[in-house]
């Protein structure tokens, strides 16, 4: 199918981008990587008279350190250049690790962090990835800019607080510890995930190795990324004896789920493959606080 008539506008500054967005009616689309929008238009599901062409805009590729050890990260950054930036596989390599998984190679070199953002999808990695690593994401309109933390931005089944007239402009990645974990489950690779969690887990410094933090959020599993906050309270409060405190982990963070039940798969399948997935990213997680690779 091809898409309803629209008008395509390339500002090629910020202003111009801000302008266009305020000056029309809602009816009105960015268009980033397009990996998500065109087969949108395409199948006449959204049909907006004017489309606005980020690609046009500069300075909104950017991968910089922060000062406090962390990430500056354009809206417009590829997946791809985010998987094979050394200043990510360095201070966010969960992130990186989240970039990989996303569709296949040709989807990765258009498509855009803040697109995977504003599109927000429920069974993307890259919302899951930011949100457990609680970046904060900045947000720009007419009427001026504001900062979001990434908890706070997924509202709903591809619905978060973004404004008709907003641009998401840069996401803020703080610095990252070394107990990570990635882990999912599709059905052929470059598919989305059936279901996915990520985890970020701190251990304390001396002989107890007690679990001090932990951040756990799941993907394909409920409306939005959901964060397993009874399973993270199970794993700080109870220490990391993997045959105990884990297996409990893993019970509370499916209860904490509402997947979809789907012609993919069904919500209970779904429910087990977050337990199972919450072991393995933990697994992973503590393997890598021992300084080991993970299998
Ligand atoms: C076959 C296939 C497989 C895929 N597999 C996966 C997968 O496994 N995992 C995954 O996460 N994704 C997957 N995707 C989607 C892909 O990651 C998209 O790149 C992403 O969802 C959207 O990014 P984009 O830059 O292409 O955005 P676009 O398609 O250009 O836009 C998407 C939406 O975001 C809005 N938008 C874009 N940028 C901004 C901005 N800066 N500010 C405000 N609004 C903005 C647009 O208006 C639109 O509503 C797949 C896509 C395809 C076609």
């Given at each position: 199918?091809?898409?309803?008539?629209?008008?395509?506008?390339?500002?090629?500054?910020?202003?111009?981008?801000?302008?266009?967005?305020?000056?029309?009616?809602?009816?009105?689309?960015?268009?980033?990587?397009?990996?998500?929008?065109?087969?949108?238009?395409?199948?006449?599901?959204?049909?907006?008279?004017?489309?606005?062409?980020?690609?046009?805009?500069?300075?909104?590729?950017?991968?910089?350190?922060?000062?406090?050890?962390?990430l500056s990260i354009g809206a417009l950054v590829r997946h791809a250049a985010l998987a094979d930036s050394a200043a990510v596989i360095e201070r966010a390599?969960?992130?990186?690790?989240?970039?990989?998984?996303?569709?296949?190679?040709?989807?990765?070199?258009?498509?855009?962090?803040?697109?995977?953002?504003?599109?927000?999808?429920?069974?993307?990695?890259?919302?899951?990835?930011?949100?457990?690593?609680?970046?904060?994401?900045?947000?720009?309109?007419?009427?001026?800019?504001?900062?979001?933390?990434?908890?706070e931005f997924f509202l709903g089944l591809m619905t978060t607080a973004l404004a008709p007239d907003?641009?998401?402009?840069?996401?803020?990645?703080?610095?990252?510890?070394?107990?990570?974990?990635?882990?999912?489950?599709?059905?052929?690779?470059?598919?989305?995930?059936?279901?996915?969690?990520?985890?970020?887990?701190?251990?304390?410094?001396?002989?107890?190795?007690?679990?001090?933090?932990?951040?756990?959020?799941?993907?394909?599993?409920?409306?939005?990324?959901?964060?397993?906050?009874?399973?993270?309270?199970?794993?700080?409060?109870?220490?990391?004896?993997?045959?105990?405190?884990?297996?409990?982990?893993?019970?509370?963070?499916?209860?904490?789920?509402?997947?979809?039940?789907?012609?993919?798969?069904?919500?209970?399948?779904?429910?087990?493959?977050?337990?199972?997935?919450?072991?393995?990213?933990?697994?992973?997680?503590?393997?890598?606080?021992?300084?080991?690779?993970?299998?």
């Amino acid at each position: 199918m091809k898409p309803a008539p629209f008008r395509y506008a390339r500002p090629q500054n910020l202003a111009d981008a801000v302008e266009l967005l305020a000056s029309a009616d809602h009816d009105v689309k960015i268009l980033a990587g397009g990996q998500s929008l065109v087969p949108m238009l395409n199948l006449r599901l959204v049909r907006p008279a004017v489309l606005i062409d980020l690609n046009g805009v500069p300075g909104l590729d950017h991968i910089t350190l922060s000062a406090d050890g962390g990430l500056s990260i354009g809206a417009l950054v590829r997946h791809a250049a985010l998987a094979d930036s050394a200043a990510v596989i360095e201070r966010a390599p969960l992130l990186a690790e989240a970039a990989r998984h996303v569709g296949h190679a040709a989807i990765r070199h258009r498509g855009t962090l803040g697109g995977s953002l504003a599109h927000a999808d429920p069974a993307a990695e890259l919302p899951a990835a930011l949100v457990a690593l609680g970046a904060e994401l900045r947000l720009h309109g007419a009427r001026g800019s504001r900062t979001i933390q990434a908890s706070e931005f997924f509202l709903g089944l591809m619905t978060t607080a973004l404004a008709p007239d907003e641009i998401l402009l840069e996401i803020r990645v703080p610095p990252q510890g070394p107990g990570w974990g990635f882990a999912e489950v599709v059905r052929r690779a470059g598919d989305f995930a059936l279901a996915g969690v990520v985890a970020l887990v701190g251990r304390a410094a001396g002989p107890s190795g007690r679990c001090e933090s932990a951040w756990l959020v799941g993907f394909g599993v409920g409306d939005r990324p959901v964060r397993f906050a009874a399973a993270e309270e199970i794993l700080t409060s109870q220490g990391l004896d993997p045959s105990a405190a884990l297996a409990r982990a893993a019970a509370a963070a499916a209860e904490a789920c509402d997947p979809p039940d789907d012609v993919h798969a069904s919500a209970e399948y779904r429910r087990h493959l977050a337990a199972v997935l919450t072991e393995d990213a933990v697994s992973q997680a503590l393997t890598r606080l021992d300084g080991a690779r993970p299998a």
